[in-house]
């Protein structure tokens, strides 16, 4: 029986070691492991050997990356020979892994899937990023505004993104993007950012005093911002004085204290509700009793309305101008006068002052009195076709024409001239109207009856009144005119 040759021979060896050829997929066993480099037996117990920069990903060590006995892929980078012989066999894995790391993009290009990579590089356009060794470009337009403004800080940093283009080729083309990232983060931020304005706004009543901040300024109105929401402050709510230019009494960042007047779809806020109005200003500077000057603005027929003050208006009454009742002080007095007078009444609620001038005046009436038939001396103050004016007692009076001689007068400037002193005889007095009449006729008919009593005889006299012998005289000079 002939020997069965079972051994395997060197020759079988170097045989089987040249059918490894260059590019050649090959899987082999470690077995042994060092720094940067491995050892591999391949399937055909040839040795092969890596280098730690053809691993295919980066490592600082294949120490504790792998050990001995792990099965390994790679491909035959090169084979150097001696003679017939192949020395050394070189493995790459580079290029499988590569392949199969593109194989991962692709899939999660396919899955539209969230994938966290590391940013390379930025330039004027946008981000150079590292997805599985492959490099993807994120345009600053698919970007957050808030890291375009930090881009020159994201070199290294990690970003969350979505590959929105991936082509193969020799340098892959991979667009990345965090549009759909940033759309959802803004959403869910305008969602809980309305629901924090509905919490706020409904937390807000009418008649609530709150603080805000000036956000905006508009010709006739200012934004004020509360923490979540916004109120309208009109530019008439401001001041109860007006407001020609709203920049003129606030600017953007001032802080506001504010009421709210009205609540509707949006707020309605006032200043000036949380201010004195002017009149309860002048209320809380001004006392019934106070002498006070306003300026003439408006006449009415039953009186002045004075300003006292900016936005605070008086009403002088026709009865308060003075004590006279038919002092037409209004006819005399023009817009723009200054008057003088005393408060009388002050009413906040009802936004209503009262005045008085005649109580700043001396009611010449005060302390006299008058009795009819009365001879008094008067002093002309005017004459005029209708007589004359005089002072008595220091209380105007008149003297009628047909008063003024038991003669007819004519034209009264004939007979008397201002500051003349005459006497007459009170024949009508009203203190309450201010009216005083006199008669100088009937003093010189009560001097002629006067003389004429000495001619009578004793019994005329214990018979009949001198007031009577006067009355008599007066009637019969009526009967003549």
């Known amino acids: 029986m002939g020997e069965v040759k079972n051994d395997i021979t060197m020759e079988d060896v170097v045989k089987k070691t040249y059918k490894i050829r260059q590019g050649q997929i090959v899987e082999g066993t470690i077995f042994e492991v060092k720094f940067n480099q491995i050892l591999v037996t391949l399937d055909n117990n040839q040795e092969a050997e890596m280098y730690i920069e053809h691993y295919g990903k980066s490592i600082d060590s294949f120490i504790g990356e792998v050990k001995v006995g792990d099965k390994i892929e790679a491909v035959v980078s090169s084979i150097q020979e001696d003679g017939e012989r192949a020395s050394k066999i070189f493995l790459d894995r580079k290029r499988m892994v590569r392949q199969e790391n593109f194989v991962l993009v692709e899939e999660i290009y396919k899955n539209e899937q969230e994938y966290e990579a590391k940013v390379t590089k930025v330039d004027k356009k946008g981000l150079h990023l590292d997805v599985y060794g492959f490099s993807a470009f994120l345009p600053f337009g698919l970007l957050d505004n808030e890291l375009i403004e930090q881009k020159e800080e994201l070199k290294g940093k990690l970003l969350k993104v979505h590959l929105i283009e991936v082509k193969p080729?020799?340098?892959?083309?991979?667009?990345?993007?965090?549009?759909?990232?940033?759309?959802?983060?803004?959403?869910?931020?305008?969602e809980e950012v309305q629901k924090q304005r509905e919490e706020e706004f409904a937390s807000i009543n009418t008649g609530d005093v709150i603080k805000g901040t000036v956000e905006k300024l508009h010709k006739y109105m200012a934004v004020v911002r509360f923490k979540h929401i916004t109120g309208r402050l009109r530019i008439s709510q401001i001041s109860h004085t007006r407001i020609e230019n709203i920049k003129d009494v606030l600017k953007v960042g001032d802080e506001v204290e504010v009421k709210v007047i009205k609540k509707a779809k949006g707020l309605d806020l006032s200043m000036k509700a949380l201010i004195p109005t002017p009149i309860e200003t002048f209320i809380a500077n001004n006392k019934i009793g106070d002498t006070v000057v306003g300026e003439v603005v408006q006449k009415l027929p039953?009186?002045?309305?004075?300003?006292?003050?900016?936005?605070?208006?008086?009403?002088?009454?026709?009865?308060?101008?003075s004590w006279n009742p038919d002092d037409n002080f209004q006819s005399y007095v023009k817009i723009g006068d200054k008057v003088e007078t005393k408060i009388t009444s002050l009413d906040a609620a009802k936004n209503k002052i009262s005045l008085s001038r005649r109580l700043?005046?001396?009611?010449?009436?005060?302390?006299?009195?008058?009795?009819r038939g009365e001879l008094v001396e008067a002093k002309v103050l005017e004459v005029n076709a209708d007589g004359l004016v005089v002072l008595a007692k220091g209380v105007n009076?008149?003297?009628?024409?047909?008063?003024?001689?038991?003669e007819r007068v004519d034209d009264p400037a004939k007979l008397f001239a201002v500051d003349d002193k005459v006497k007459a005889i009170v024949t009508t007095v009203n203190p309450?109207?201010?009216?005083?009449?006199?008669?100088?006729k009937a003093y010189e008919l009560r001097e002629e009856k006067k003389a004429y009593e000495k001619h009578l005889v004793e019994e005329d006299v214990e018979t009949t009144s001198i007031?009577?012998?006067?009355?008599?005289?007066?009637?019969?000079e009526n009967d003549k005119e």
């Not at 667009?175 to 990232?181: E, L, M, T, V």
């Not at 008149?398 to 003024?404: Q, R, T």
């Not at 309450?432 to 100088?440: G, V």
Request: charged share 35%.
């Open 432 to 440: 309450k109207n201010w009216y005083l009449r006199l008669s100088i």
């Open 397 to 406: 009076g008149i003297i009628p024409i047909n008063e003024l001689s038991k």
């Open 169 to 190: 080729g020799r340098r892959p083309r991979i667009i990345a993007s965090r549009k759909k990232i940033f759309e959802e983060r803004r959403a869910q931020e305008r």
């Open 302 to 321: 039953f009186g002045i309305i004075l300003e006292l003050d900016e936005k605070v208006r008086g009403l002088l009454h026709r009865s308060e101008f």
């Open 467 to 476: 007031g009577e012998l006067i009355v008599e005289m007066l009637e019969e």
């Open 360 to 371: 700043l005046l001396d009611n010449p009436w005060e302390n006299v009195s008058f009795e």
